[in-house]
């Protein structure tokens, strides 16, 4: 009999977290799910712990780091689960939420995927929804000063709201629905991936749902790469938007610093 859920993290560097994240899961996880971790070949001393967990895990160990698309959907190929929950490696668990989220899932027909809210160590929400990034949506943001259109948020609610898309950090979706529109596009090695997949998802009909009651710690930014980030994201960024798309949206990027700089604002 197959698992309800498969969480899948992929690791890498992450020898100051991921021992928290393990033990939260393993403490909160109902038993018919699975914990699947792939390790992109991390040089610290990330493998050493997680192996102190198997068979409670499926270590899944890499010769290359994958990045976080590919490493995903190779994860997900060893999955057995109905459900998928992607999580990071530098997020925990405080109290059991898999149930609560399926249920939500299995009762919503047009779901797609369902977020959580995301919470930083000191208890603030991190801004972790974004509408689909849009030349139209900057010029709203940057030009006509209209909040959000463009840049990340967080909804100031406590009820279920429908969004456009929500962070890669902690998502659920179907197995089945995940694999019909591809997986994550590995052209993307880090950033930009979850709102891709969310874009895939919506043009099929379903919904993106972001799920406040259930909360997740998250310390942002602790997960590593050996890439500037920067680079990575703008690198990203232009794969997401293409060439000329992306050059706009610098331009309309602008705007509020020449603004500043001539004191109309």
Known sequence: MGKITSVIVVSYNSEDFIEKCIKSLLTYLPKDCEIIVIDNNSNDQSVKLL??????????????NLGFSRGNNRAVKQS???YLFFLNPDTEIKKPIFNELVNFYEKVED???VGPRLVLPDSTVQE???????IW?????FIFGIKYTYSQYAPQ??????????????MLIKKDLFDKVGGFDEKYFLYYEDMDLCKKVRAL???IYYYPKVEITHLVGAAKSDRNRYELNYESFVKYHGWLESNILQLIF??????RRIGLT
């Open 51 to 64: 192996e102190k967990f198997v068979p409670k895990i499926k270590l899944l160990k890499s010769k290359e």
């Open 80 to 82: 057995q689960g109905k």
């Open 111 to 113: 779901c797609g995927i």
């Open 128 to 134: 972790s929804v974004n509408n689909l990034p849009t």
């Open 137 to 141: 949506g900057a010029i709203k943001e």
């Open 157 to 170: 609610t406590d009820k279920l709201v429908e969004v456009e898309s929500v962070y890669g950090a902690a």
């Open 205 to 207: 009909g379903k919904k």
């Open 254 to 259: 602008l705007v509020p610093r020449l603004r």
